[in-house]
């Protein structure tokens, strides 16, 4: 992936920059410096025109609903985030046209991100059908677009007495799988060509 952008709203040379160290040199020991990574310089440059006033969240939002395709819009993007000091796992998915957050799933005790992964594209799935909804869903991870078209988790962490209920969400997503058609396509997220994944935890 290409290196990111820095705007420099407030500093000794407002601008759009290509590094961090030309970016630095214009905010470091400045008072009241304001500015932002982006992914890449179109991002970037919109951002600087927008001003120091816009607010980050949605002008971030904007600037990768820009950047999709039409289709991509219209779904739904789901992501695990997995805490090495606590072993714990979470998982979240987002409307990609909104940026709402659909639902959250955890904390899970001794859990691994691929279970993770696997778990968000089954609850995604199940809540779409719920709400009758055909639109696609999209994750980053390849192994949960694998194990779901198998209907089977392939890997899991050990048994422990802490994640009983981790088991029994993956027991439930398998029977889920065997047992329901969906019309949802499970699609990867193209993090390369649109940047961070909507639910992307925001923990890298």
Same mark, same amino acid.
């Given at each position: ?5 820095? *705007? ?10 290509? !590094? $961090? ?9 400045? !008072?009241?410096?304001?500015?932002? =990574? ?8 919109? %951002?600087? /025109?927008?001003? @120091? ?17 039409? #289709? ?7 992501? =695990?985030?997995? +805490? ?28 691994? +991100? ?6 968000? *594209?089954?609850?995604?799935?199940? $809540?779409? #059908?719920?709400?009758? !909804?055909?639109? @696609?869903?999209?994750?980053? !991870?390849?192994?949960? &677009? ?23 969400? &993956?027991?439930? /997503? ?10 949802? %396509? *499970?699609? #990867?997220?193209?993090?390369? =060509? ?9 923990? #890298?």
């Amino acid at each position: 992936m290409a290196g990111k952008f820095y *705007v420099v709203w407030r500093g000794r040379a407002p601008g759009v920059y290509a !590094s $961090w160290d030309e970016a630095r040199a214009q905010v470091e020991g400045f !008072s009241g410096a304001r500015y932002c =990574a982006f992914d890449d310089c179109a991002q970037a440059e919109a %951002a600087f /025109a927008a001003g @120091p006033h816009a607010d980050d969240r949605d002008l971030r939002h904007r600037l990768r609903l820009d950047r999709l395709p039409a #289709k991509a819009r219209r779904g739904y993007a789901v992501d =695990a985030a997995w +805490n090495a000091r606590t072993k714990t796992m979470a998982y979240r998915c987002v409307q990609i046209e909104t940026g709402r957050e659909v639902f959250y799933g955890g904390p899970f005790e001794d859990a691994t +991100n691929n279970v993770g992964e696997f778990l968000a *594209v089954v609850h995604g799935l199940t $809540w779409l #059908k719920q709400h009758g !909804s055909q639109a @696609p869903i999209y994750t980053d !991870s390849r192994n949960a &677009i694998l194990w779901v078209a198998q209907a089977k988790c392939q890997t899991a962490p050990a048994r422990t007495a802490r994640n009983g209920e981790l088991f029994e969400r &993956i027991a439930q /997503a398998e029977r889920w799988l065997d047992e329901n058609e969906y019309c949802n %396509a *499970v699609l #990867k997220w193209r993090t390369e =060509a649109w940047g961070e994944n909507p639910a992307d935890f925001g923990r #890298k």
